[in-house]
């Protein structure tokens, strides 16, 4: 067995079969499905069953979280990738294939991932991308630590990337994967194919919308993230050269989502926080400035994205 594609679920009845479906339609076809249903309620269990394919393995466990729920994945697959697919989302045809040419021809990547476009409740595109090329051109790990660029749902990992890290740290309700990421970039290069290859489902239960009740606890998941890297005894100097950038720019995305939700008086205090990672009011404001735009405007136009995308390249620092 090549590749195992782990999906985790949790009350996504209404979207499974999709994601199952564009996982069986792949044009690569050495591959076995590893659903975790990480104690769902609905009628997860009955969508599965009416899907009669012998490489399709269902697993139920009591809630555990998203975390959890990959590493049983993994850990219960046969093969030596390992691909990460949400069970509101949807792969294109090609992108197994493609993932899996890249990691073959090259050894010394432990994960490659491509680009996601989003789709809305119904699967109707919508023109937000998910996933970018690394910040700072072959400097992956300082890359990673300035902002998460991974796409979590069009990636294939190497079992032994992970079996190295230990996976995935299951305190994390959300930022899973880019804790791992952070954590396989010492050892492994990460690949990148700049191609759409997947769709995001963007709805009204995403843990990640700005109004998710647990907004609060996945951005606070966020620092714990950074918290931890740079607790690390000898961060390399490169990385460490982005501390403050890399707080700032979390302040500043948890900012914009209380703008977001009109919690204007806990958008100053975060917004407070950002500026104090900046060593220059002056530096700090165009910045903020160019952040908000994206979030409130930009981000929901494609020509928006790309001209944000060349900006923010162009003012890392």
């Known amino acids: 067995m090549k590749v195992s594609v782990v999906i985790p679920t949790y009350n996504r009845a209404a979207?499974?079969?999709?994601?199952?479906?564009?996982?069986?339609?792949?044009?690569?076809?050495?591959f076995e499905i590893v659903i975790v249903d990480d104690g769902s309620t609905d009628n997860t269990?009955?969508?599965?069953?009416?899907?009669?394919?012998?490489?399709?393995?269902?697993?139920?466990?009591?809630?555990r979280g998203?975390?959890?729920a990959l590493n049983t994945g993994w850990r219960a697959a046969g093969g030596e990738y390992i691909g990460i697919l949400g069970s509101d989302d949807m792969w294109l045809p090609t992108c197994l294939q493609e993932l899996v040419q890249t990691l073959e021809t090259s050894p010394h990547l432990g994960v490659v991932y491509a680009r996601a476009q989003g789709m809305d409740a119904r699967g109707e595109p919508l023109t937000q991308l998910v996933g970018a090329r690394e910040r700072f051109a072959g400097e992956t790990l300082k890359s990673l630590v300035y902002g998460d660029f991974v796409c979590p749902i069009a990636v294939v990992i190497r079992r032994?990337?992970?079996?190295?890290?230990?996976?995935?740290?299951?305190?994390?309700?959300?930022?899973?994967?880019?804790?791992?990421?952070?954590r396989l970039a010492p050892y492994y290069g990460i690949g990148y194919v700049p191609r759409v290859l997947a769709r995001y489902r963007f709805h009204t239960q995403n843990l990640t919308r700005t109004d998710s009740s647990r907004m609060e606890r996945l951005m606070q998941d966020r620092v714990r993230v950074l918290d931890k890297f740079f607790a690390q005894p000898n961060v390399p100097e490169d990385a460490m050269s982005v501390h403050d950038l890399a707080y700032r720019?979390?302040?500043?995305?948890?900012?914009?989502?209380?703008?977001?939700?009109?919690?204007?008086?806990?958008?100053?205090q975060t917004l407070q926080r950002a500026m104090s990672f900046s060593s220059s009011h002056l530096k700090f404001l165009p910045r903020a400035f160019a952040v908000a735009c994206y979030y409130l405007v930009l981000s929901k136009t494609m020509w928006g994205v790309q001209l944000v995308e060349a900006w923010t390249r162009r003012h890392a620092h």
């Not at 979207?15 to 690569?28: C, D, G, H, N, R």
């Not at 032994?160 to 952070?182: F, H, K, M, Q, T």
């Open 66 to 68: 998203v975390s959890a």
């Open 249 to 268: 720019n979390l302040y500043l995305d948890w900012t914009i989502r209380y703008l977001e939700q009109r919690q204007f008086q806990r958008a100053w």
């Open 45 to 63: 269990a009955d969508v599965v069953k009416t899907i009669n394919d012998s490489r399709l393995h269902y697993i139920f466990q009591e809630n």
């Open 15 to 30: 979207y499974l079969v999709e994601a199952i479906q564009s996982v069986l339609a792949q044009t690569f076809r050495d």
């Open 160 to 182: 032994a990337a992970l079996e190295r890290v230990g996976g995935y740290d299951e305190s994390l309700i959300a930022n899973e994967d880019w804790d791992l990421w952070l």
